[in-house]
């Protein structure tokens, strides 16, 4: 499932790929959704809540994985 902090990162890297500079409500909407890594450039940050978000999908399907074998 896409979250709205999956999607602000999307936005955000697809403008610095862009060579264009992220709108600063979604850099504000990252450091806000993410405290701890405020301090991050925008771009690491964003691939920090992918990452994120990356990992949670995988130990959901983990946990799938699990319940049905058992």
Same mark, same amino acid.
């Given at each position: 499932m896409?979250t !709205?902090?999956t *999607?602000v990162?999307?936005?955000v890297?697809? !403008? *610095?790929?862009n060579?264009?500079?992220p709108?600063?409500?979604?850099?504000f909407?990252?450091?806000?959704y &993410?405290?701890?890594?405020?301090?991050l !450039?925008?771009?690491?940050?964003? &691939? !920090?809540v *992918?990452q994120? =978000?990356?990992? +949670?999908r995988?130990?959901? +399907?983990?946990?799938? =994985?699990l319940?049905?074998n058992?």
């Amino acid at each position: 499932m896409t979250t !709205a902090k999956t *999607i602000v990162a999307v936005r955000v890297l697809t !403008a *610095i790929n862009n060579k264009q500079h992220p709108e600063e409500r979604d850099v504000f909407l990252l450091r806000a959704y &993410c405290p701890d890594q405020r301090d991050l !450039a925008p771009d690491e940050l964003a &691939c !920090a809540v *992918i990452q994120e =978000a990356m990992e +949670r999908r995988q130990e959901a +399907r983990n946990g799938r =994985a699990l319940s049905q074998n058992a």
